[in-house]
């Protein structure tokens, strides 16, 4: 026998609740900003280690299909891999050589010194975004390794992007090809200030856009374009990418192209995130002494006065 | 209760196929949409009621890690199971066309939904741009999947609501 006045679930009454919800959830977050939101940790710890193993039975799957080839064919990759090997180490050898040798070019060339020496955590991308409209990642280092929000991350020499949440042992990175993504940027020969942002449709041929360039600026095609001095978030120096397609803009003040960036983000598995945190304006406090020194001086102007 | 623990599994494994996996080799740089494909077919196979539930779950997975607020992935979720779900009445065992045909529906549902919120409101309107090079490869891939997807899930379904059937014959 079924209550006739029993209170029911129904499907719209769970989308109504829910939806309403959310709205709310959405319209306090657009007026306060991200509040901390203990279920996302609880979530992101449970799941964490799961998405660590998938992770890397999808790395590890090209691997494995190796492995079911035959005896047979192993045996005979045996004998060439002997012969392989020894002319491997000769050409380890004269590759020792050469890498002595490129080390002491490096030195020369001062590249080791291209960035201020910034200390850094090595991550492991762990997992992407859908990947179709926006591209954030999941690395494994959160709160607990010491990252924290607006950490820069960079990989294979340029700027990947930066930490958007912390969660307990992993955090969100929102990299630089991002549609909502900014940085602002300078020439590395003239220090001329620009601004790099992320745009899908020029992503789709492997550029992000750069911008708001003054007109009487000497950025060219190929300059070298890194993180402002003045950005916010961005520490300065890190190489972002080279300029390409400089063209005066139809209002006929600025200038805008494309930038190429140094990262490959389609293939990132490792990255580094950059401890050091930039203090920007929202740290900026106009120093006041202190008010004893204040009255006392002010004591001594109206002393004077009289 | 059997039914709502292997519900919760077919979510989690297909956000992990869709965020660790797929991901991981995706073809020109597009992935499927696993988890819209799981809370489409869930609500045309079950109803409205499980559709959202279902939704509401991977709509809260995503929130939770990719999402910029609580809430802006569940609502889409939670609202296209609903609709699966009223296309409940259509469902016979050996008809794969229809649900085939919801979820890509569905999927480009999504599609401009993101578009919308996400990008239109930036005053980012190339709708043209984003419908050709996002929403119609993800809609193809997603319709792969749907296929395969709705074979799998179909024969579980069954699987359950036999076992269902016994039990409840015990008790009679």
Redesign the interface.
């Known amino acids: 026998m079924k209550d006739k006045f029993k209170f029911e679930?129904?499907?719209?009454i769970?989308?109504m609740t829910?939806?309403i919800?959310?709205?709310l959830?959405?319209g306090v977050?657009?007026i306060r900003g991200?509040s901390v939101?203990p279920?996302?940790n609880v979530?992101?710890t449970v799941?964490m280690p799961?998405?660590k193993g998938?992770?890397l039975?999808?790395?590890t799957?090209a691997e494995d299909a190796a492995q079911l080839a035959t005896l047979k064919e192993v045996q005979k990759e045996n004998e060439l891999l002997k012969e392989q090997v020894a002319n491997l180490r000769e050409q380890i050898s004269i590759s020792d050589q050469e890498h002595t040798e490129l080390l002491h070019l490096r030195e020369l060339y001062d590249l080791d010194n291209q960035y201020p020496s910034y200390e850094t955590i090595g991550a492991r991308v762990?997992?992407?975004?859908?990947?179709?409209?926006?591209h954030?990642f999941?690395i494994d280092k959160g709160a607990e390794d010491g990252i924290k929000k607006d950490m820069n991350i960079i990989a294979q020499g340029g700027l990947v992007g930066i930490v958007t949440e912390v969660g307990k042992t992993s955090s969100?990175v929102l990299a630089i090809i991002d549609?909502?993504s900014n940085v602002s940027a300078m020439s590395a020969t003239t220090q001329d200030s620009c601004m790099v942002s992320g745009d899908?449709?020029q992503y789709?041929e492997g550029s992000l856009s750069l911008m708001y360039i003054n007109k009487e600026d000497q950025i060219v095609e190929g300059d070298k374009i890194l993180t402002s001095n003045t950005s916010n978030k961005y520490l300065p120096g890190i190489l972002v990418g080279y300029a390409q397609n400089i063209q005066v803009d139809s209002n006929n003040l600025t200038k805008s192209g494309q930038l190429i960036p140094v990262v490959d983000f389609?293939h990132l598995d490792t990255v580094l995130v950059i401890t050091t945190l930039k203090d920007g304006w929202d740290d900026f406090k106009v120093y006041e002494p202190e008010t004893e020194t204040e009255a006392e001086t002010g004591g001594a102007l109206t002393e004077e006065g009289q | 209760m059997k039914r709502a623990i292997l519900t919760l599994f077919v979510v989690l494994a297909g956000f992990f196929l869709q965020n660790n996996f797929f991901t991981m080799l995706n073809i020109v740089r597009i992935a499927p949409n696993v988890l819209l494909v799981i809370t489409c077919i869930f609500g045309f196979l079950r109803g409205q009621k499980e559709g959202v539930l279902v939704g509401l779950l991977s709509g809260l997975l995503m929130d939770c890690f990719f999402g910029a607020t609580l809430g802006f992935y569940s609502i889409i979720y939670m609202c296209l199971g609903y609709l699966n779900g009223c296309f409940h009445r259509f469902f016979y065992n050996d008809n794969i066309i229809i649900p085939v045909f919801i979820c890509g529906v569905s999927d480009l549902l999504y599609g401009c939904y993101i578009f919308v919120f996400r990008f239109a409101l930036r005053n980012r309107l190339n709708f043209k741009f984003y419908l050709s090079t996002i929403m119609i490869p993800e809609l193809l891939y997603t319709i792969v999947i749907a296929l395969l997807a709705f074979g799998i899930l179909s024969a579980i379904n069954h699987k359950i609501e036999e076992i269902e059937k016994r039990s409840a014959e015990r008790f009679v």
């Open positions: 679930f129904t499907a719209k769970i989308l829910a939806s919800l959310f709205a959830i959405i977050s657009f991200e939101n279920l996302k979530v992101n799941l799961i998405q998938i992770h039975v999808g790395q799957m762990i997992g992407k975004d859908s990947g179709n409209w926006f954030y999941l969100k549609d909502t899908l449709e789709e389609e």
